[in-house]
């Protein structure tokens, strides 16, 4: 019926009748268009011309708005050999009234471009470009051999004639090798690629499925396929299940502008619609084509990580069933329940049983004494054999952590028993026993359920940027080794996330030995061991069970972070790591000060503020003048205010008046009397620990490193090692000896450490760069051609984590044959 209408307003108007239109617009639009597509009285304005054209040949014409010109190609297409055909348009007119529209007919695909093109690079800027290369892709064909034709057609709207010239041409060497090289135009846009067919194994470059159309500009070339921005340095691994054609195309492309890779900003223009000359731009690129490693690689690769952390499960049964004999010969010779001052052994050194007196009278180590006249040159008090073998029994009530109202105000009174001149590890565990290990339990429920509810979200978060590189081919979003990179299923860098194995295994093996030790003691204090009442710096283990945790977490957090390692998950690799430094200062304090270290929830308040300050600074530290000035306030802030706990062993309190005391202290002590400190050895700890802090927090301040997560983590670390370095120095200098096993330990770790921090400092990858600069850091892998230098530093770090926690749970071993009211606290 509608047909019929516009035949017969046609009819009418031909014999010159007025006609009155009776349809809607849209709809005499569409008659009309038919009319003018059939040949009507509107095609008779547009002269149509078709040419038959030949390759290698090069067209000279005009283009006006009263002709089409359309240039007819044939050639012949064989199954198994790949051939491209390049198109090249140069507008030889300048300053074009209207553009120049292409259209190339192929038999699957049609390729349409105008000239001048256009392309916007940041803030919308435009770049014209009056020469353009197209490379025009290869319809699939059944048959061997096959003749198709494909056509360019040539129209404008410009009343003026624009001259053209077109050229098409066979691309030689369209086929992909092992070895490829692609040159990529000066102001010429033109876009090479080619074509790669799949032999026995997989390769890696740049890709897009084989099918036509190729997207080959530059604001369509994310639209399919994997992609990814380079400057000097890229690679890719395509998979052969990913294309089912069996082959696929390599397409480079040279972005306008260079701000995409992180080249500088050049100007921005006053007027958005200006255009901009995009200048000289030219690019030569080698394509290199390597096979994919074979499976055999991946089982060598997973049963070498395996082997590594096995080995040291098999090494500590080894030990402990050496320990398991050795403690047998020993309790043949000497019963557990009686003491070595009971059997009449005369004690090898002073750490074991001081002088005995007959009557039994002595003043107890709880008792509040002058370190003056109680004590010797070296503090060392006296005690009888009734004090010595007298059991600490635990008490049935129910008293909280700082209750002290069980036993006589002049033993509880901490501000008399913490201000001796020389305070021994007896004066600071004199809370119930029971209490302490229930306080100290906290640490490890507290971190298992931080653990929960952290882990489950981020693993959820990083499936989703998992998918998203997968089902967008932007490799731009994850921040990996590309040259190292091999993919298993869904994950794109497996052999990132398999060498965090270690923390895991070496976590669960350290959880196993404390547990070991935990059972061991608690049957000797069911036995009434002496030793394990009286003797040795107290068995504590929640905090062991929280460092074990926190090192198992950080191996799966530290795998989710390589699952799509960037900027806005890198909190995830280190937040744990922030827990252990944490926690084993925490364990360092607490061995010789118990009853006064900090409780749960305090200590994972100030990590949780640690995290926070993370998380800023990833956001908001670049560049930001005024979070820095605030961090380091705080930062110097905490370390004055920590340094005054410690000296003080907590007999201060935070209010109002603090400035206030604070000034007299100096006065009174400093200025008017002119003594020097109290307490020599904490004022020397505590004032290099501050020269540190403050060097840091000026470091910060005038530098305003990229990465403030590493930066945090190292004022961390760096407060770690100089507490470990001190209480070491302390130890040896108390007289107190370090064994065998420990010493070993040590030296061990330590090595493991500097091997560990080499491979960390190689930067294999940052995010604190574009991801077009970050590429050019990647290298090939180093271990079983699986293997790079960042996960040997997986495999350094763990073991030298795992070798430092063994540090501090065997360093006082030397001490559990002495009695704890001389053992000397600092």
């Not at 009971?342 to 039994?360: F, W």
């Not at 895991?504 to 059972?519: A, C, N, Q, T």
């Not at 062991?544 to 198992?552: E, I, Q």
């Not at 790591?577 to 270290?597: E, F, S, T, V």
Request: aromatic residues 12%; contains cysteine; charged residues 20%.
């Amino acid at each position: 019926m509608v047909l019929r209408s516009c035949w017969k307003s046609r009819h009418k108007t031909s014999r010159g009748a007025a006609v009155r239109p009776v349809l809607p617009a849209a709809l005499l639009w569409f008659c009309v268009t038919r009319l003018a597509c059939a040949g009507g009285a509107l095609a008779e304005t547009n002269i149509v011309v078709q040419k038959e054209a030949e390759f290698d040949v090069t067209y000279n014409d005009t283009a006006t708005s009263e002709n089409q010109t359309i240039y007819a190609f044939n050639h012949t297409v064989s199954r198994n050999k790949s051939e491209g055909v390049r198109v090249s348009v140069d507008v030889l007119s300048r300053g074009l009234e209207s553009p120049i529209l292409f259209v190339v007919r192929q038999k699957q695909a049609v390729l349409s471009f105008q000239i001048p093109l256009i392309l916007r690079g940041l803030y919308q800027r435009k770049y014209p470009y009056n020469h353009v290369g197209r490379t025009l892709c290869q319809p699939p064909t059944l048959v061997a051999s096959e003749t198709q034709y494909f056509f360019v057609d040539v129209s404008t709207l410009s009343s003026q004639g624009t001259n053209y010239q077109l050229r098409v041409s066979r691309v030689e060497s369209f086929t992909l090798q092992r070895s490829h090289h692609l040159k990529c135009s000066d102001r010429i846009y033109r876009v090479p690629y080619c074509h790669y067919r799949f032999s026995a194994s997989c390769s890696s470059r740049l890709s897009a499925p084989f099918q036509c159309p190729v997207y080959d500009l530059d604001n369509n070339v994310a639209f399919i396929g994997m992609y990814q921005t380079m400057t000097k340095k890229g690679a890719i691994t395509v998979q052969r299940k990913d294309f089912p054609s069996n082959s696929f195309y390599v397409v480079v492309v040279v972005k306008t502008e260079d701000e995409a890779c992180g080249g500088p900003l050049r100007f921005y223009p006053l007027r958005p619609d200006v255009l901009i000359d995009a200048g000289n731009r030219s690019k030569d690129i080698d394509v290199i084509v390597t096979p994919a490693i074979k499976l055999e690689v991946y089982v060598m690769g997973m049963l070498f990580c395996l082997g590594i952390f096995l080995s040291f499960y098999l090494l500590t049964f080894l030990m402990a069933c050496l320990e398991n004999k050795r403690m047998k010969r020993r309790e043949c010779l000497i019963p557990a329940d009686v003491s070595p001052a009971e059997t009449g052994k005369i004690p090898a050194s002073p750490y074991e049983y001081g002088s005995l007196a007959d009557n039994g009278s002595t003043l107890s180590s709880e008792a509040v004494t002058d370190s003056a006249t109680s004590t010797d040159i070296y503090g060392y008090a006296e005690r009888s054999l009734d004090s010595v073998g007298r059991s600490r029994l635990e008490s049935l009530s129910s008293v909280e952590e700082d209750d002290y109202d069980t036993l006589d105000d002049i033993d509880s009174d901490k501000n008399i028993v913490r201000t001796k001149k020389f305070l021994y590890v007896a004066d600071l565990s004199r809370k119930d026993k029971r209490i302490l290990s229930k306080k100290y339990q906290i640490y490890f429920w507290n971190i298992a359920t931080i653990a929960v509810f952290y882990a489950l979200p981020v693993v959820q978060l990083v499936i989703t940027y998992q998918t998203v590189v997968n089902v967008t081919g932007n490799q731009d979003i994850c921040y990996y080794n590309f040259l190292c990179a091999h993919p298993m299923g869904a994950l794109s860098a497996f052999n990132n996330i398999l060498s965090n194995l270690g923390y895991v295994l070496l976590g669960l093996l350290f959880l196993l030995i404390v547990l070991k030790r935990d059972v061991i003691h608690q049957r000797a204090l069911l036995r009434n061991d002496l030793n394990a009442l009286e003797c040795g710096i107290p068995k504590h283990f929640g905090l062991y069970y929280a460092m074990g945790t926190a090192l198992m977490m950080e191996g799966l957090l530290s795998a989710c972070y390589h699952v799509c390692p960037n900027y806005t998950n890198f909190q995830f690799d280190t937040s744990f790591m922030y827990m252990i430094a944490g926690l084993c200062m925490l364990k360092l304090y607490q061995k010789r000060h118990p009853d006064i270290n900090a409780s749960a929830y305090t200590a994972y308040a100030c990590l949780a503020g640690v995290i926070f300050f993370s998380v800023l600074g990833v956001v908001f530290g670049k560049g930001n003048n005024v979070f820095w000035i605030v961090f380091s306030v705080i930062h110097i802030l905490a370390t004055m205010l920590l340094s005054t706990q410690l000296y003080y062993m907590g007999r201060w309190r935070l209010d109002s008046g603090i400035l206030r005391r604070i000034v007299n202290v100096i006065y009174t002590d400093c200025i008017r009397q002119c003594s020097g400190p109290m307490y020599i050895d904490r004022m020397v700890l505590l004032v290099m620990g501050n020269i540190v802090n403050w060097s840091l927090a000026a470091y910060g301040l005038i530098e305003r490193p990229n990465d403030f997560a590493s930066y945090l983590l190292a004022i961390a670390i760096c407060n770690l090692l100089l507490y470990f370095a001190f209480y070491i120095i302390m130890k040896l200098r108390s007289g107190e000896r370090i064994q065998c096993l420990p010493l070993v330990i040590i030296l061990f770790t330590a090595v493991v450490w500097g091997l560990a921090l080499y491979f960390f400092f190689q930067g294999l990858s940052t995010w604190q760069k574009t991801p077009a600069e970050s590429r050019e850091h990647n290298r090939d892998c180093i271990l079983l051609q699986f293997f790079d230098d960042h996960d040997i530093w997986h495999f350094l770090s763990s073991i030298a984590m795992f070798g430092s926690f063994l540090v501090l749970l065997t360093m006082d071993d030397d001490l559990d044959t002495v009695q704890r009211d001389k053992i000397f606290a600092f």
